[in-house]
């Protein structure tokens, strides 16, 4: 129930498209969704969050989409770039803190020329 | 505003040595969270200190501990090493328990661990 499932695991996408990750949970508890964003060599950075309360979040390229029906939510990045490659992790918790983080298992981003 | 800071970021050590990993959060923040990072098993939380007292603890042996001191500067403890701990270990701090706009997570960069 506490897991979080991401895909697809290795990602490949040509400058100026559109880079999908897709993550799924279990817990209807969690009312927290965010998306960090991890360059090699250096530690996590929060990229964007949600709450299930809105349907979608756009900041610049980066939207974030929501189903809490399906209980699923993306990432859509829009117009990629090499700049962008990097792997992205999503994660779900419970705000007020009483129960950690869980993230995905990540998505390794490659944007081509 | 610094970031968090993690010592060392590099370690090499043996198979039934011990270690202990330092982290400093930003300033004003109070809860320290630590995760290890392998390849294909993403972040695997550990432990979560806010204010002197561990509140949260994951699925981990014993030989992992943690401890978090006044200024909450927090280290990290793993006793009698094994291959499998090789890893990079985050650690996260946020002004109050991880989670929800306001106690967002900010990261460091990491300690990377090799068990020889």
């Known amino acids: 129930q506490q897991q979080v499932k991401q895909s697809p695991q290795s990602l490949i996408v040509q400058k100026g498209g559109i880079s999908i990750i897709n993550c799924a949970y279990e817990n209807t508890a969690f009312d927290y969704f965010p998306w960090y964003q991890q360059f090699p060599g250096k530690g996590p950075a929060l990229l964007i969050a949600?709450?299930?309360?809105?349907s979608e979040k756009k900041e610049g390229r980066f939207t974030i989409s929501f189903n809490k029906s399906a209980k699923q939510f993306s990432l859509h990045i829009m117009d990629s770039q090499p700049g962008d490659s990097a792997t992205y992790f999503c994660a779900a918790g419970v705000r007020g803190g009483n129960t950690p983080l869980v993230f995905g298992k990540g998505t390794r981003l490659s944007v081509i020329a | 505003k610094a970031g968090v800071t993690q010592t060392p970021r590099y370690l090499i050590k043996t198979r039934g040595q011990q270690v202990t990993l330092s982290c400093s959060p930003i300033s004003g923040h109070r809860s320290v969270s630590w995760y290890q990072q392998t390849p294909g098993q993403g972040l695997q939380f550990l432990f979560e200190?806010?204010?002197?007292?561990?509140?949260n603890k994951g699925n981990f042996p014993g030989r992992f501990s943690g401890r978090q001191f006044s200024n909450s500067r927090s280290e990290m403890n793993v006793s009698t090493l094994e291959l499998g701990d090789s890893a990079l270990y985050l650690c996260?701090?946020?002004?109050?328990?991880?989670?929800?706009?306001?106690?967002?997570?900010?990261f460091g960069p990491g300690t990377r661990l090799t068990v020889l």
């Open positions: 949600i709450r299930p309360d809105v």
């Open positions: 996260a701090s946020s002004r109050g328990l991880a989670g929800g706009t306001g106690n967002e997570q900010f």
């Open positions: 200190y806010f204010s002197e007292t561990q509140r």
